[in-house]
């Protein structure tokens, strides 16, 4: 049925039904329905095409209604922003609350120093001369509406940006966002020509650099200025045509530490050869170090113009690489002011990255992890020193370091307070760094900067002390080298006044109380009539404790003369004539006179020059005839040189033509008179027989502490002080170009051969028998009975201390270069805390043992422990008789050492390779870091082996070092502990 008929039917039907209701034929109830239907009819319909038509309109109405909000946004952040900018008020224009502004490249730099430099109108404003871009999709503002902005307000940069709500941070991440920030800008016309350089479309692309990481403390944009300054001292000597550089400090370094400090230290290159690398001490946490460590490098001065000095400013970092801070290079030596006279320079330390530092100083640098290596093989001293030991580090720069300015508070302090100067000098070890030169240039700072200045100005320091004769006229006349030094301007002239040099010298600054502990001695010298006495003491200067203790308990004498007579005989017997000897030469100027004619000839004329008239610094210097009044009046060189012809010939024909070393030397100090000439003053006094005695207390008075500290760690202190006293005849010239006193003995050759023309005893026997391990005191007792009656009683009387280790099998061969390192607080430990019989027991003990294994040789070495700084050093020093492991009598030995924990390797280290020798020796050292915790816990396993080219290498012989070990192994460590900071050397015998 179609639909059109059945809608019909249905309306007829429903007309029906209204006909009916509205005639009463059907109930009403049943009507309502049909009332309101019809109703409805009468009422307008719409069809479902009308309402989706009427849904769709409502649907495009909205969405127009939404772009139009998203283009009045758009337009708003486009326009309305910059022009709120431009003309709102400047307390308007920075949002409330917690919203950040997110700037572009070019405004993050004004943004960021907005508020420091808003109140300095005469600051200019950074603003980029091309149109910038915020985004890739956003239009870009033109050159027109930034210079509008400029021209209406000149303080600030027009701003382009958007808001966004940044949620609350935790403070650890204010930090990281904060060392995300880029740094200040740079307010001067070059950055202008850098920005206009850098105009154009890549302005609005991501800038890495812009978002590296900053320091914790914000270095500051400019990165090429603002890494703080280096200030160091160049100066160059044409004599021994080395380069000489002295690090002073640096000042503001950036901070490299959350905790807002750094670790720094610098390494130094003379470029373009790397093969001699430099480091300083780290200094702990510190923006300001103070370094004051002196380096050499070896260059002709032809060379100069086409090298480059480059500093190198590192973070110490223990568990990560060490962070770079910046760098220095020095190059145009010769355009420097004053050069190669002292130049004092201060320079910017320029920010570089470690690719270009890497690349500046050459494609193979050198990681640090090999430095210790790498500086220990190369100059073998400051890098034996420094990184090869660890020693300069780890026992006098760290302990200095660890104890916070060790060197500055502990050294430099106690050495001019007269309290640490041993002990800062034998943990330094470092004389001619930590003291002479360091002392000598460091002592610039104390002495008001005109010790060195005199002494070390115009690079002609040993030039001058020698051959322009200007050194000790600079001493005594130019520039106040003693005044400067004592501080009490005094120096020489009480000296040469009235002959108050000890006087002066001891209540002026206490010079050798600080820095010799000589305090007593010219203390007892002056004060007490006990010249010699005192002088002896001093002599025995490397027990400066031990003889101090004993002076002070008034037994010198009486150990001089029961110990054996030796002293008594020669030099206290004639001294000691009523035990007034000195009170007679003191108060009667008699004392030259017993002493001439007790055959104290030497002794007596330098004694009477010097003490009778007052007046013998006088005749020396100004008629420049000191050894000439010594020679024609006395005879005192007559009696030297007839007697060994090495001061008239070498040493003080040198000093003699030069007319002003000694007596510079001599009005010096006394230092050099009766310390070092005391080394030659006994040699002449005793004609060749005695010279060790007196070298030995003398200059080993020098030597025991003042070198012997210095023995060890490299024997350049001891050559390079040498060579400044001596380089007139290029005695000491020999000695440091080689640098390797340990290595060739050519300053001991030159120097005691020199000495010694007779017999060549001490190149034979003395120094090359005792440092080639050779039976040093064995070949100087049974050579000539000279050592070990004078050498070793003389030196041992005091406490029987050397007589005992003599007797002990070598005591000397391992403690004159060992022991003797450690000496002043080891003589003073074995003499004053009474172990001295337990020493000859111990020793003794050793004795036996090494007579049980002498087939395979034995192996020097000292133990040194910082506490502080949890540092473990073990200096192999050397080897003597061997087993012979190859078929042509001799071995290729180096030594291997291994950190042993129950019974476990946890580390091991080796030394250089020795060819071709049964007595190699290493000086080489090996760092271990062991917390103090652990220290009990670990041992050392120390194995000599044989190196062969084809096939395995052998073990020659082994010794252990422990809590562990047995015997001299076991007291080896507990001395190490005992005398913490302090290298202990001992001899041990290999075992199989």
Request: charged share 20%; glycine share 6%.
């Amino acid at each position: 049925m179609p639909a059109e008929r059945e809608d019909e039917i249905c309306r007829k039907a429903l007309e029906l039904l209204s006909e009916l209701c509205s005639k009463g034929e059907v109930q009403n109830d049943n009507c309502l329905d049909f009332i309101y239907y019809f109703r409805d009819l009468g009422r307008p319909r719409f069809s479902d095409s009308d309402v989706s038509v009427s849904l769709l309109s409502l649907l495009v109405t909205s969405c127009g209604l939404a772009l139009f909000g998203v283009s009045l946004f758009v337009s708003w952040k486009l326009f309305w922003v910059p022009w709120r900018d431009r003309f709102l008020p400047a307390c308007l224009r920075e949002p409330q609350g917690e919203q950040r502004t997110v700037l572009t490249d070019d405004e993050t730099l004004e943004h960021e120093y907005s508020a420091d430099f808003a109140k300095d109108s005469s600051v200019p404003t950074l603003v980029p001369d091309s149109a910038m871009k915020i985004s890739h999709t956003s239009p870009d503002i033109q050159l027109e509406v930034q210079s509008a902005g400029r021209e209406h307000n000149p303080q600030h940069v027009a701003r382009v940006q958007r808001q966004i709500t940044d949620p609350t941070s935790s403070v650890r991440h204010n930090s990281i966002r904060r060392q995300m920030n880029l740094s200040n800008p740079d307010f001067n016309p070059a950055q202008f020509q850098r920005q206009e350089s850098l105009s154009g479309p890549g302005l609005g692309r991501i800038k890495p650099e812009l978002y590296k990481q900053r320091s914790v403390d914000g270095e500051d944009g400019r990165r090429a200025h603002s890494c703080g300054r280096l200030h160091f001292i160049l100066k160059y000597d044409c004599d021994l045509e080395q380069l000489i550089v002295k690090i002073h400090k640096a000042e503001d370094l950036p901070a490299k530490d959350f905790s807002g400090t750094s670790d720094p230290y610098v390494k130094i290159y003379l470029l373009p050869e790397r093969k001699t690398k430099h480091q300083t001490k780290v200094h702990r946490k510190t923006l300001n170090p103070v370094f004051d460590e002196v380096f050499l490098f070896p260059v002709a001065y032809a060379e100069l113009p086409a090298r480059k000095l480059h500093f190198s400013v590192y973070d110490f970092d223990r568990f990560s690489r060490h962070d770079l801070i910046g760098q220095v290079v020095v190059d145009n030596f010769l355009d420097l002011p004053d050069f190669p006279g002292e130049t004092k320079l201060c320079r910017d330390i320029v920010y570089v990255t470690a690719v270009s530092l890497h690349f500046r100083l050459g494609a193979t640098a050198v990681p640090d992890t090999n430095y210790h290596d790498t500086q220990y093989h190369g100059a073998h001293y400051h890098e034996a020193q420094y990184h090869g030991t660890q020693y300069h580090e780890a026992q006098y720069h760290e302990a200095q370091y660890h104890g916070t300015h060790y060197h500055e508070a502990q050294y430099h302090e106690a050495q001019y307070h007269g309290t640490h100067y041993h002990e800062a000098q034998y943990h330094g070890t470092q004389y001619h760094e930590a003291q002479y030169h360091e002392a000598q240039y460091h002592g610039t700072q104390y002495h008001g900067t005109q010790y060195h200045e005199a002494q070390y100005h115009g690079t002609h320091y040993h030039e001058a002390q020698y051959h322009g004769t200007h050194y000790h006229e600079a001493q005594y006349h130019g520039t106040h080298y003693h005044e400067a030094q004592y501080h009490g301007t005094h120096y020489h002239e009480a000296q040469y006044h009235g002959a108050h040099y000890h006087e002066a010298q001891y209540h002026g600054t206490h010079y050798h109380e600080a820095q010799y502990h000589e305090a007593h001695y010219h203390e007892a010298q002056y004060h007490g009539t006990h010249y010699h006495e005192a002088q002896y003491h001093g002599t025995h200067y490397h027990e400066a404790h031990y003889h101090e203790a004993q002076y002070h308990g008034t037994h010198y004498h009486e150990a001089h003369y029961h110990g054996t007579h030796y002293h008594e005989a020669h030099y206290h017997e004639a001294h000691y004539h009523g035990t007034h000897y000195h009170e007679a030469h003191y108060h009667g100027t008699h004392y030259h006179e017993a002493h001439y004619h007790g055959t104290h000839y030497h002794e007596a004329q330098y004694h009477e020059a010097q003490y009778h008239g007052a007046h013998y610094h006088e005749a020396q210097y100004h008629g420049t005839h000191y050894h000439e009044a010594h020679y024609h009046g006395t005879h005192y060189h007559e009696a030297q040189y007839h007697g060994t012809h090495y001061h008239e010939a070498q040493y003080h024909e040198a000093q003699y033509h030069g007319a002003h070393y000694h007596e510079a030397q001599y009005h010096g100090t006394h230092y050099h008179e009766a310390q070092y000439h005391e080394a030659h003053y006994h040699e002449a006094q005793y004609h060749g027989t005695h010279y060790h005695e007196a070298q030995y207390h003398g200059t080993h008075y020098h030597e025991a502490h003042y070198y012997e500290a210095h023995y060890h760690g490299t024997h350049y202190h001891e050559a390079h002080y040498h060579e400044a006293q001596y380089h007139g005849t290029h005695y000491h010239e020999a000695q440091y170009h080689g640098t390797h006193y340990h290595g060739t003995h050519y300053h001991e050759a030159h120097y005691h051969e020199a000495q010694y023309h007779g017999t060549h005893y001490h190149e034979a026997h003395y120094h090359e028998a005792q440092y080639h391990g050779t039976h040093y005191h064995e070949a100087h007792y049974h050579g000539t009975q000279y050592h070990e009656a004078q050498y070793h009683e003389a030196q041992y009387h005091e406490a029987h201390y050397h007589e005992a280790h003599y007797h002990g099998t070598h005591y000397h061969g391992t403690h004159y270069h060992g022991g003797h390192y450690h000496g002043a607080h080891y003589h003073d430990a074995h003499y004053h805390s009474g172990h001295y019989h337990a020493s000859i027991v111990s020793v003794s003990l050793f004795a036996q043992f090494c007579l049980d294994n002498v087939d395979l040789g034995e192996l020097m070495f000292s133990l040194c422990y910082l506490p502080t700084a949890g540092r473990l050093t073990i200096t192999i020093i050397k080897a003597r008789n061997l087993k012979a492991m190859d078929i042509t009598g001799a071995s290729d030995p180096y030594v291997k050492v291994s950190l042993m924990c129950d019974g476990r390797r946890l580390k091991k280290r080796k030394t250089s390779t020795k060819r071709n020798t049964l007595n190699p020796s290493y000086n080489e050292a090996i760092v271990f870091d062991v917390p103090p915790e652990n220290i009990d816990q670990i041992s050392l396993l120390i194995a000599v082996m044989d190196y062969d080219r084809v096939g395995h290498n052998e073990i020659i012989g082994v010794c252990r070092v422990g809590n562990a070990a047995e015997h001299l192994g076991r007291d080896h460590w507990s001395e190490m502990l005992t005398y913490p900071r302090k290298p202990i050397a001992r001899w041990h015998p290999l075992i199989e």
